[in-house]
């Protein structure tokens, strides 16, 4: 196994994630609600544990690893995904990622095949207890403003090297340019207010 290095940082990812219509997952077939889940997906075969929450014990589900599958998607890129749990359908997946090209990465290609994903939280984590420096709490932003960053973030816009022009984003959010400036900014202000408040306490 290959050890971590002291010093070495990485990004704690939490997205939600709805199936499209005909996304035969096995993860979500047994039960919409689901308080814990173990996923093991090794070839072209996926079996899960699934724990229901008006369920007395866990449910066994199996299918088939599709090219479209979410194990499959997030290995492409070398994560892991963990389903932290299952509610109305919509899954929690946590995953670690190296930096944000690989967070764009991956939040694109689910984009591509899913229904529905929403970036919910960012954390940076460092050392080898995986120990939380930053944690930035989308679910505190207005629709709005999280719609705006998770654009900007999603296209590469804060990227030390981007290229990508405020103006090119707020025309794919059909609004004007100082507007998506207007939320990014305060969006940016709430998240690192968010962070000192939580080192504070």
Known sequence: MAEVAGDE???RVD?????????????VSETPDASDVAVNAVGHECTADVQPVDGDGPVRARGEVSDDCLCRTFQRFGCVPQVQRVEGGTMLVTTYVDDRDTVRDVVGALRETLDYVRLVRL???????????????LSELTPKQ?????????????????????????????????????????AQAKLVTDVFDGIER
Not at 15 to 27: A, E, R, T
Not at 124 to 137: K, L, M, N, S, Y
């Open 146 to 186: 999280r719609e705006g960053l998770e654009l900007a973030v999603v296209r590469g816009y804060f990227d030390d090297d981007g290229d990508v022009a405020l103006g090119d984003l707020a025309a794919e959010l059909d609004i004007s340019k100082s507007a998506l400036s207007q939320r990014l900014r305060t």
């Open 9 to 11: 940082r990485r990004l």
């Open 123 to 137: 954390a940076v984590v460092e050392g080898p207890e995986a120990t939380e420096q930053a944690t930035f709490d």
């Open 15 to 27: 997205l939600d994630i709805d199936p499209s219509d005909d996304w035969d997952c096995p993860i």
